[in-house]
């Protein structure tokens, strides 16, 4: 019996031993393969922890066999947080690779200067935002999502159909450029559907560029530049899956996935997003949110060639049905003078190429077709409207010695546009079916010092309207030896020729009609700005703070009229001309631990010059542009769970609305904050889910609509003191109120 107390005691002993033979090491390092001494490693469950040694090593003794959630954190550095699973006694070394809290300031990027380089070097300001940025609080479009950025305003032009544009610092959506890969979708219209057209799990990153930029990208480029930048091909996930549900039953599914054809790396996409339920939360008889149904496709093949070159073809396609109304309204009614509705199907196709040649001096080629066809019913009034246009560019990057950089190029672009309106047979603004533009662009960046760096640019172009119009700039740049500490001043002309039918979307309108009182001119402005960025590593996070000051002045302004007129929309010269002024601050800290936090604050101050009947010069507050606005969002991940959960929200302050004489409605909008929250659950096998709740404070405008119930006027003179029309233009955002939201993500690399 001793015997056999002797085998077990020692088989429990061996056994015992066993178990508790495990080792976990492993070594941390920097991006480069630098030691990092000092940084904390733990093991989460069994709430273990060492720092490592100054060869970057640590080693965890005596763990049984089992899976472990081990976590590596760094001040300065992302964290890194894995789960292994080891047998018995097996022993494991790992190598970590920790990621610099600032390296999204060393994002690469190329709107500023058409050529990739760090975000740090570039002359001009870029703000660059992730995917990441925008799955804190998911949309079903790219537009509503740009209302996180500070300095942009999603904002509503029509409060039937929703037509809306992207202000930035305050200027109209018209003012600004939008890009994709780097080449332009020219005019408002077809940059609205722009931001639509591309599924988001196909988008790697959005840059913005608030400023003038037409002396690098011509027209349109008065506020900025928004350039939306699809994933690589080579670096893609095989799959990526986005699908969300809201509680008013829109839903969005995005697919993209990555595989190889022969040499080339293949990406292709596809978006779907419905919304078919009618709501009227308001009991206006008016639809709160028009009806949905858009479907849009992508798709892009890298090429590899000579010398380590590549060339890129790419094709997209967006098809998209929407209409609001009356209750009642259904598309079978469309263009009905009984039951009023707006309902807009718009068609729009491109293709095109971006080749890296093999030329001695680094060249790119891009080369770009493309067409947008719209049908719209505003009441009994009907639009159709088809635009193609052609564009080409070539460009060279030359290294001319250590202080000369020049990047220089002609570019080319050709416009044929047909409607029937008859603001296109204006007799005043006849628009020319067929328009075109050839431009000379060139810049020379010289690095006077390590620290200080200049800029000298400038546009030549030729349009058959705008006839010969010269756009020069200057930036500089200065930055501290140790790089926290960035200045940036810009200044340069910029100049718009006016499109009636882009106009704030005027004519996409079904209760004013648009009056044109004489020939429009082009406008032309001057801008300056001026920008500092402060870096600053604190004891366990990174401050990045961002400041922009911006002066923008019109010689020319053509801004529509809603005052003057109930009935009308009306356009005219302004040649005392416009200014826009202001500044935005964003600052944001990422902690060592899994917090991250950010603020962003805009001032806008946006006025007229108007001449007033006494002779008396008057300024004047533009409509539709919030002062001042804040927008924010907080991110923390539970490590363990892996459960993660981001509050963001936005605080818009009253806005100046186009009122009627007498309205009983108020003439600016109120203080409103729209709050959301999300919740979500990550898996090891790629899984995400994702739910929370937006605009849960529930604000709602109210009386986005004057006189709904009678919508073609037809009893304006019964019961009606005022003389009230019907009228959509007071809208300013949403309709809907607080909502419910659920989806899941999958990725596979």
Request: hydrophobic share 35%; with cysteine; proline share 4%.
């Amino acid at each position: 019996m001793k015997a056999w107390l002797t085998i077990c005691s020692l088989w429990f002993t061996v056994f015992s031993y066993s178990q508790t033979d495990f080792t976990i090491s492993g070594r941390v390092v920097n991006s480069i393969g630098e030691p990092l001494e000092s940084a904390t490693v733990q093991l989460l469950k069994q709430k273990q922890g060492v720092l490592t040694d100054s060869s970057g090593k640590f080693y965890f003794n005596n763990l049984i066999a089992g899976k472990y959630m081990i976590r590596v954190s760094y001040v300065g550095y992302e964290n890194y947080q894995t789960e292994i699973n080891v047998g018995l006694g097996q022993s494991l070394f790992i190598s970590v690779s920790l990621l610099p809290l600032d390296a999204h300031l060393n994002e690469l990027v190329i709107t500023g200067s058409q050529r990739e380089v760090r975000k740090t070097e570039s002359i001009t300001n870029i703000d660059v935002y992730t995917t990441k940025h925008f799955q804190r609080n998911p949309y079903t479009n790219l537009h509503e999502s740009l209302n996180m950025i500070p300095g942009l305003f999603a904002d509503i032009d029509n409060g039937v159909s929703n037509t809306s544009d992207v202000q930035i610092n305050g200027l109209e959506g018209n003012y600004t450029m939008f890009l994709i890969d780097g080449v332009p979708a020219f005019g408002a219209l077809a940059g609205y559907y722009a931001l639509n057209s591309i599924p988001m799990e196909m988008i790697d990153k959005i840059e913005v560029l608030k400023g003038s930029a037409s002396a690098m990208y011509g027209s349109e480029a008065i506020a900025g530049v928004i350039n939306i930048k699809t994933k690589k091909t080579a670096t893609a996930p095989k799959l990526s899956v986005n699908s969300m549900l809201t509680s008013m039953l829109e839903t969005n599914t995005d697919i993209t996935g990555s595989f190889r054809a022969g040499k080339a790396h293949a990406l292709v996409s596809a978006s779907g997003n419905f919304f078919n339920w009618k709501w009227d939360l308001d009991k206006d008889n008016f639809m709160d949110m028009p009806l949905l149904n858009r479907a849009n496709f992508y798709t892009k093949f890298a090429i590899p060639h000579s010398n380590n070159l590549t060339t890129n073809v790419y094709g997209r396609y967006l098809f998209e049905s929407r209409y609001g109304g009356e209750m009642q309204y259904k598309l079978n009614r469309r263009g009905s003078s009984e039951v009023y509705g707006e309902a807009l199907t718009t068609h729009q196709w491109q293709v095109g190429i971006n080749s890296q040649l093999p030329l001695k001096i680094p060249t790119t080629l891009m080369a770009d077709l493309s067409r947008h066809c719209q049908s719209a019913d505003f009441g009994n009034k009907n639009y159709r409207g088809a635009q193609m246009t052609v564009f080409a560019q070539l460009l060279q990057n030359n290294t001319v010695d250590k202080t000369n950089n020049l990047t220089y190029g002609v570019a080319y672009r050709m416009y044929h546009y047909t409607d029937n309106s008859p603001l296109s047979n204006d007799s005043l603004n006849p628009v020319p079916a067929l328009s075109h533009i050839g431009s000379l662009y060139f810049e020379d960046e010289m690095n006077l010092h390590p620290q200080h760096k200049l800029v000298l640019g400038s546009r030549f172009e030729y349009g058959n309207i705008s006839k010969f119009v010269v756009s020069p700039r200057v930036n500089y740049k200065y930055n501290t030896k140790n790089g926290n500490n960035i200045l940036r001043l810009g200044a340069g002309t910029g100049y718009r020729a006016p499109n009636l039918l882009n106009e704030g979307f005027g004519a996409l309108n079904g209760s004013r009609s648009i009056s044109i009182e004489e020939k429009l001119q082009p406008e032309s402005t001057i801008s300056a700005n001026a920008n500092y960025t402060r870096i600053q590593k604190l004891k366990s996070a990174i401050l990045t703070i961002d400041a922009n000051v911006f002066y923008t002045r019109f010689f020319n302004i053509i801004e529509p009229d809603y005052n003057d007129d109930p009935t009308l929309i009306v356009y005219e010269n302004n040649k005392l001309g416009a200014t826009a002024w202001g500044f935005n601050l964003y600052t944001e800290l990422n902690f060592s631990f899994p917090l991250k936090l950010g603020v962003g604050l805009s001032y806008n101050n946006v006025f007229e010059v108007e001449l007033e009947d006494d002779g008396e010069k008057e300024l004047e507050q533009v409509l539709h542009v919030p002062p001042f606005m804040a927008n924010y969002y907080l991110s923390y991940t539970f490590p363990g769970p892996q459960l993660s959960i981001d509050f963001t929200g936005n605080i818009v302050s009253p806005m100046l609305l186009s009122v009627v004489p007498d309205d009983y409605r108020d003439e600016r909008s109120p203080w409103y904050t729209i709050q959301n929250i999300q919740l979500t659950k990550k898996f090891k096998s790629g899984f995400e889910l994702y739910f929370g709740l937006k605009n849960f404070f529930n604000f709602i405008q109210k009386d986005p609509i004057l006189r709904p119930f009678d919508p073609f006027n037809n009893n304006v003179g019964i019961d009606n003191p005022n003389n009230y029309r019907f009228d959509t233009t007071y809208g300013f955002t949403s309709t809907q109120g607080i909502k419910a939201f659920a989806g899941f993500r999958f990725t596979l690399r």
